[in-house]
Every structure is written in C-alpha cells, then in structure tokens.
T-cell receptor
Framework: DAKTTQPTSMDCAEGRAANLPCNHSTISGNEYVYWYRQIHSQGPQYIIHGLKNNETNEMASLIITEDRKSSTLILPHATLRDTAVYYC?????????????FGKGTKLSVKP | GAVVSQHPSWVICKSGTSVKIECRSLDFQATTMFWYRQFPKQSLMLMATSNEGSKATYEQGVEKDKFLINHASLTLSTLTVTSAHPEDSSFYICSTPGDGTYEQYFGPGTRLTVT
C-alpha cells in the first residue's frame, strides 16, 4: 500500500471548517483513499473514502486531486467533539478485506 | 452500522499473570478479526489476523506463544496475554471487515496495565 504524509497537528476554531491534508504521491490506480479518526482512548471510526471522485457524507467531504497524489478531508463545521487523531490511509483492499496500516495521523484540536 | 464490543474495557493485572480480552461482533458474522496494539502516543500496530476456525497469523516480532488468539466462532475472538509483563501494558483494539462493506469496524479497545 502507498505511504501517506500528514501534518502532525492542526488547530481549528469551533464552528469553522477543518481542512486536513494528506499526501500520497505513490498511490496506484487501484488504491482507495480512506479516512478514519480516533478519539482519545477509543477505537478508530470510519469517516469517508474515495477512489477518484470527490465524496461527501454526513460527517465530512473528501477532495481528491485530479492526479490523485493528494487529498483533503473537510469537516465543514468543526465541533469540540471532532478533536481526535485523523488517519489518512491508502489501501487496495477498499477497507473491506485486509487490515489497515495506520501512520501517525494528524492530531486535530478544535478550540472554543 | 456493525457493532463490535470488547471486554473488559480496562484491566489491571500483576506481572506473571494471564489476561483474556474478548472481541465480539454483535450483529453480523465476523469471519476475520484483526488485533492491534497501541502504545501511548503511538499509532495502531497490527499484531495478528484471526480467521474463524483456523490458526491466527502473527506479524513479525509478535510472539504467538505469548499472545494467544482464539477465533472459535463467527461472533467471538479472544486475545490472551500470557505471563504478562509491564511492557505489555498497552491499548488493545480489535477490528473486523464485517459483512463485506467498505469499512472496517473497530472495537472500543481494552486498556491493559500490568503492575
């Protein structure tokens, strides 16, 4: 699976959009981009995933560049409960088969 | 979505004793379970993969005789830490691909402290 690079930490004001970048320059054509988050002392939680097109669900939006070498997770209106470590994961399995390989992620702190 | 539970949520044990952690899938059949370990301020590291009815596959550096995994049914996988030592203190998390959908379902984790 391709390696990802994320900033170590980010701050965001409550109510504002949080934009979390991820670089995956070695991604191959059959690899998906997945985002999970882990709130302190809990198991990871799925957020969203995509292959080529931008995606949106009730939690977030995922913007993937045309060359697929980077992506951005957008939390449109961050709340204090969104404070967590966010993991960008690239995988061929589509999350439904193999294990996930977690990097260090981005620690997002949402501040009042 | 699918629900995965773990029991206990936290446990303190003395060095040299064994501890069993249960991971249950509550509303679907989990053919495969992954077990991860997470040390403080670090990311999740895969320890082993268990498939129902067969022997677990361990990652390099994980002692199979120390971390015993049993996946005897489609709803239950257990991890037993044998002869626990303080360096085994960690956050243990299980996950499963569930019923073939696109996401993995994680348990809430078990905090193990060995004194």
């Amino acid at each position: 699976d391709a390696k990802t690079t994320q900033p170590t930490s980010m701050d965001c004001a409550e109510g504002r959009a949080a934009n979390l970048p991820c670089n995956h320059s070695t991604i191959s054509g059959n690899e998906y981009v997945y985002w999970y988050r882990q709130i302190h002392s809990q198991g990871p939680q799925y957020i969203i995933h995509g292959l080529k097109n931008n995606e949106t669900n009730e939690m977030a939006s995922l913007i993937i560049t045309e060359d697929r070498k980077s992506s951005t997770l957008i939390l449109p209106h961050a709340t204090l409960r969104d404070t967590a470590v966010y993991y960008c994961i690239v995988t061929t399995y589509g999350g439904s088969q193999g294990n996930l390989i977690f990097g260090k992620g981005t620690k997002l702190s949402v501040k009042p | 979505g699918a629900v995965v539970s773990q029991h206990p949520s936290w446990v303190i044990c003395k060095s040299g004793t064994s501890v069993k952690i249960e991971c249950r899938s509550l509303d679907f059949q989990a053919t495969t379970m992954f077990w991860y370990r997470q040390f403080p301020k670090q990311s999740l590291m895969l320890m082993a993969t268990s498939n129902e009815g067969s022997k677990a596959t361990y990652e390099q550096g994980v002692e199979k005789d120390k971390f015993l995994i049993n996946h005897a049914s489609l709803t239950l996988s257990t991890l037993t830490v044998t002869s626990a030592h303080p360096e085994d203190s960690s956050f243990y998390i299980c996950s499963t691909p569930g019923d073939g959908t696109y996401e993995q379902y994680f348990g809430p984790g078990t905090r193990l402290t060995v004194t």
